[in-house]
């Protein structure tokens, strides 16, 4: 099938009227996937991408894929990785969050999941906080030098802003409830085989 080379980026309202005819490949984790995404958007995690590389790339091959995340970055880092490897992607001009702020639905998981999940953004700042507070309270009660993990974590951040990276969202991403079950991860790449 020929289509027309889509653009590296797609913004909301270009994505939603062309929704029915792009694959969407959302590289959030599970947690942050559940919590809403794109109509019809399969979970493939960044970090789980090169294993699907050879059904991205059919499906690339079949029509236009759009990749998608939170905000932007990662779906700029998976649009970069695919790229790479010869597969033609676009990515959703600020992620499920612009998409989400435009007023577009998000599907969300059946009513009977019941367990709350946090973006990776959330989570970041979750963890953050903590270590900050507690390299705080250890500096003072314990010892002085312990306020070092406070300002370890604050030049992290500056860090991951300079740099659009965040090291500590990679760490997070392998906990078990970021992390997508097996059956999960192979029925998002059997469905990337039928499209």
């Not at 779906?75 to 970069?80: C, T």
């Not at 990515?91 to 973006?119: F, I, K, M, V, Y």
């Not at 003072?140 to 500590?168: D, E, K, Q």
């Amino acid at each position: 099938m020929t289509h027309s080379p889509t653009p590296a980026a797609l913004a909301t309202e270009q994505a939603r009227t062309r929704l029915h005819e792009l694959t969407v490949i959302d590289v959030r984790t599970p947690a942050e996937y559940a919590s809403g995404h794109l109509p019809g958007a399969l979970n493939i995690p960044l970090d789980q991408v090169r294993r699907a590389l050879p059904e991205i790339r059919r499906a690339a091959e079949r029509g236009d894929v759009l990749v998608v995340c939170a905000s932007g970055a990662r779906s700029e880092k998976a649009h970069r990785e695919l790229a790479e490897q010869g597969i033609p992607t676009a990515t959703l001009t600020g992620g499920t969050g612009a998409w989400a702020a435009e007023g577009h639905d998000l599907h969300r998981p059946a009513a009977c999941d019941t367990r709350s999940r946090w973006s990776m953004e959330r989570q970041v700042r979750f963890s953050a906080g903590v270590l900050v507070l507690l390299g705080l309270v250890l500096g003072l009660l314990v010892h002085p030098a312990l306020l070092l993990v406070s300002a370890g974590i604050a030049g992290g951040l500056v860090f991951s802003a300079l740099t659009n990276t965040c090291g500590m969202a990679v760490m997070l991403a392998k906990l078990p409830y970021n992390r997508p079950r097996a059956a999960d991860l192979d029925a998002a790449i059997a469905a990337l085989r039928e499209r």
